[in-house]
């Protein structure tokens, strides 16, 4: 099993940034391939991005250029950094780990883009 820990997440204007972090423990982080996702009130839960074990990245097309997804292993720890924020951007960002039927959540994070 893999327990999963968010953190950074709060208010920020528009055009800010925010830098995400999923810290890991429990199991094998480096075996694990991590993603973001969020939920906006009254949305679906959307993937932001994703980040294989090898360091491969995929983003949805709304972020692409704006945030970025990173990985450290010794740290067993995922980043999600977003800039150029938007109002639209605002949602509880969740972490994701999965491998294979393997799958763990984190318990969020609100991100807030206002003035």
């Known amino acids: 099993q893999v327990q999963l820990v968010e953190s950074g997440g709060g208010l920020v204007q528009p055009g800010g940034s925010l830098r995400l972090s999923c810290t890991a423990s429990?199991?094998?982080?480096?075996?694990?391939?991590m993603a973001w996702y969020r939920q906006a009130p009254g949305n679906k839960r959307d993937l932001v991005a994703t980040?294989?074990?090898?360091?491969?990245?995929n983003y949805a097309d709304s972020v692409k250029g704006r945030f970025t997804i990173s990985r450290d292993n010794a740290k067993n720890t995922v980043y999600l950094q977003m800039n150029s924020l938007k109002p639209d951007d605002t949602a509880v960002y969740t972490c994701n780990a999965y491998m294979g039927p393997i799958r763990a959540w984190g318990q969020g994070t609100q991100v807030t883009v206002s003035s």
């Open positions: 429990g199991s094998i982080f480096s075996s694990f391939h």
């Open positions: 980040i294989t074990v090898g360091g491969n990245t």
